[in-house]
């Protein structure tokens, strides 16, 4: 079973700055997708970014990015330049293709507050 | 907006009675996942639909039931409600049968179901 862990569940930012937020998974997949969702107040959940296992390079969205280090297994979201709009939920999940099962499970999120 | 359409936003009901939840997913997409949200156990996989046929079950209540019609369109329907049921339900879209993981979920903004 895969299984995500959120360690933060609350983290506060000053406006303009950057924040890691940070995200550990298992798994023993060789091919594995690793993603990150936002959800703000509002409820929708907002795909951010995504890093495939065999990607040597770290994924970037805009003022996104992915920290991934294999080896230690985690994921860690990267956002530089934080914006009063950042404040919102983040869950970390990844997607793996066990027999007929394909699915998404997720961390339980990081509240991000951004203090202007 | 992600494309992904779900009504309707909001659900009140009574316990024992049964409801419908629509979604209809991204042009093109032809994998649609239905997730429920709740403050307990946070972000769950239900199940899967790809192209109209039934590719992978999660922690889905037998009580609960879904299906993708011709135009791609999937329902949830949930009968014999119980307070516990309340939580947000999500669906998202994709475009393959997630044979590998770097298909990206879109999601929908979600079906708040309040059962009283």
């Known amino acids: 079973a895969q299984k995500i862990t959120q360690t933060q569940p609350g983290m506060f930012v000053q406006e303009k700055e950057a924040v890691t937020l940070d995200c550990t998974y298992d798994?023993?997949?060789?091919?594995?997708?690793l993603f990150w969702y936002k959800q703000p107040s509002s409820g929708e959940m907002i795909f951010l970014i995504y890093?495939?296992?065999?990607?040597?390079q770290n994924a970037t969205e805009g003022r996104y990015s992915l920290n991934f280090q294999k080896a230690r297994k985690s994921a860690n979201l990267v956002i530089s330049a934080s914006q009063l709009g950042d404040s919102a939920m983040y869950f970390c999940?990844?997607?793996?293709?066990?027999?007929?099962?394909?699915?998404?499970?997720f961390g339980k999120g990081t509240k991000l507050s951004v203090i202007p | 907006d992600s494309g992904v359409t779900q009504t309707p936003k909001h659900l009140i009901t009574a316990t024992g009675q049964r409801v419908t939840l629509r979604c209809s997913p991204r042009?093109?997409?032809?994998?649609v996942y239905w997730y429920q949200q709740s403050l307990d156990q946070g972000l769950q996989f239900l199940i899967q639909?790809?192209?109209?046929?039934?590719?992978a079950k999660g922690n889905i209540l037998e009580r609960f039931s879904a299906q993708q019609f011709p135009d791609l369109h999937s329902e949830l329907n949930l009968s014999s409600l119980e307070l516990g049921d309340s939580a947000l339900y999500f669906c998202?879209?994709?475009?393959?049968?997630?044979?590998?993981?770097?298909?990206?979920?879109?999601f929908g903004p979600g079906t708040r179901l309040t059962v009283l």
């Open positions: 998202a879209s994709s475009v393959r049968d997630q044979e590998d993981s770097t298909d990206t979920q879109y």
């Open positions: 798994t023993s997949d060789q091919s594995y997708g």
């Open positions: 890093q495939g296992s065999y990607d040597e």
């Open positions: 999940a990844t997607l793996y293709s066990g027999a007929g099962s394909y699915q998404l499970t």
């Open positions: 042009s093109g997409d032809l994998s």
């Open positions: 639909y790809y192209n109209g046929e039934e590719r």
